[in-house]
């Protein structure tokens, strides 16, 4: 099945190739337009339907237009889009965080993932009077200075040293990062031990971009920084409220002082948040901590009222019983159907993650970290990822994300489509060893 490419998609293609850098806003190539989406599925402009495993990057955890979403959504903004000041849904939105997520006592929300992390690390390094933060190779907190450090390093250096992965960032900042790789309990404790008395915080993803902790890492990190007082800060910007209703944290069994959230929060509207333990949030509180502690904080849109109303009608759908039930026994089926597929191929790929987030990983052997991870073979899976395309699968680079809308008939495209996939890289093998 082709991807049929109409005149009016091409003609806004050729126009964001004029206007836009790269012919894009930086996230998804600039290949499609998307129209609209539904549930599970979205169509781009040519009128192509695709099984959506992009979900917008996530925050369409519950599906697009979920009703409940549109009408909060539609009886907010008959009275009003921001007012800067408190509002209803946000105070509640808040609330149901805090009721939820074990770690969170308060909660400060902005209006995107990076700022919540580089305000995490703030003030993780004010409450201690450290600056240093330490972060795990190939972990992902956004865009700022800090979190650019060792990312995607091209050529990883020695641990801990970071690798910034931008122009543009003060050689001053590399200094303040130290870098450790990820599922090494004994090496992240001994880096934390050694340099206790400089670092202000650990941040960490506790399921590494696709990369599920090993038993006993986040245990020993949580063991670690809790020894010497050092905030232990859980992004979950991606996991929040998507491994379970309490996240990745519930999920593992493991509390941090400090975590972030994103994407379901604002159910498909730019809303992130801090949350964490009241005395090291309190430094948002200059009634409670003071001029000299007082960690100033402010932004336009933090906890805008539309973003909260999506955001609260979407964790009323994930509250209902069996919500995260119908995740897992939806991924788990992808799961399942494309490992046995890959290991009748015999080609040399695997299933990596967990059920409501999961991709293929284009190596065999035990991926664990970033640089076990960089043995995969980037052209297989830049093919497999066209191929999924043309047979009407959005996803991103290197990420499936479920949805509670899809259903067994999306399962079941994808499955085929995956099947078409591997027989054509078997075809193509064929061809090239003759
Ligand atoms: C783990 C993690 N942290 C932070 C971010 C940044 O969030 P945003 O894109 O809203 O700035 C992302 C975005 O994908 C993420 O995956």
């Known amino acids: 099945m082709a991807r049929v490419h109409g005149d009016e998609e091409q003609q806004l293609l050729d126009l964001a190739q004029r206007v836009l850098p790269g012919g894009s806003f930086g996230n998804l190539a600039g290949d499609i337009v998307i129209r609209e989406g539904r549930g599970g599925r979205v169509w781009d402009v040519s009128g192509n ?8 990057s996530g925050p369409m955890f519950i599906g697009h237009c979920h009703p409940d979403v549109m009408a909060a959504v539609q009886e907010q903004i008959k009275h009003g889009t921001t007012f800067f000041a408190n ?12 009721d939820a997520v074990p770690c969170a006592q308060k909660v400060r929300f902005v209006s995107s993932g990076t700022e919540a992390d580089a305000y995490a690390m703030r003030v993780a390094r004010a409450f201690r009077g450290r600056d240093k933060i330490l972060k795990f190779e190939g972990g992902y907190h956004g865009m700022s200075d800090y979190s650019l450090m060792s ?22 900042v590399r200094d303040e990062m130290i870098i450790a790789p990820f599922n090494d309990p004994v090496m992240a404790a001994s880096l934390i031990h050694e ?5 202000g915080g650990v941040i960490v993803e506790p399921f590494q971009r ?3 902790p090993k038993p006993g890492f986040l245990k020993a990190l949580r063991d670690a920084t809790a020894e010497h007082g050092i905030p232990l800060i859980f992004d979950e910007v991606v996991t929040g409220f998507r491994f379970s209703y309490g996240g990745a944290q519930e999920f593992y069994g493991v509390t941090p002082d400090l975590c972030t959230m994103g994407k379901i929060i604002g159910g498909g509207f730019p809303l992130a948040a801090i949350a964490g333990r009241e005395d090291i949030m309190s430094l948002f509180d200059r009634g409670k901590v003071g001029d000299e502690r007082f960690l100033t904080q402010i932004g336009t849109l933090s906890g805008n009222p539309v973003a909260a109303a999506a955001g609260l009608a979407t964790l009323g759908v994930l509250k209902q019983p069996g919500a995260y039930d119908k995740v897992f026994a939806t991924g788990t089926e992808m799961m399942n159907g494309i490992t046995k597929m890959l290991e009748k191929s015999g080609l040399p790929a695997q299933v990596i993650g967990v059920p409501p987030l999961f991709d293929i990983i284009y190596a065999s052997g035990d991926i ?5 991870w ?4 980037a052209d297989m899976s830049r093919r497999f990822n066209r191929r ?7 996803k991103g680079e290197s990420k499936f994300y479920i949805s509670h809308a899809h259903e067994s008939a999306d399962v079941k495209h994808a499955l085929d489509v995956v099947q078409s996939a591997i027989d054509a890289e078997a075809a193509q093998s064929r061809v090239a060893a003759q």
Not at 49 to 56: Q, R, T
Not at 87 to 98: D, F, Q, S, W, Y
Not at 374 to 377: H, K
Not at 388 to 394: M, P, Q, S, V, Y
């Open 49 to 56: 339907e695709y099984v959506d495993f992009l979900l917008g």
């Open 87 to 98: 509002n209803e849904h946000g105070i509640k939105l808040a609330a149901a965080i805090v």
């Open 151 to 172: 990312l995607a390093p091209k050529r990883p250096g020695n641990f801990p040293q970071a690798v910034p992965d931008s122009p543009g960032i003060p050689r001053s």
């Open 195 to 199: 340099h206790h008395d400089e670092i």
């Open 210 to 212: 696709l990369l599920p």
């Open 368 to 372: 664990h970290d970033y640089r076990s």
């Open 374 to 377: 960089q043995r995969a073979d």
């Open 388 to 394: 999924f395309r043309e047979g009407g699968i959005l």
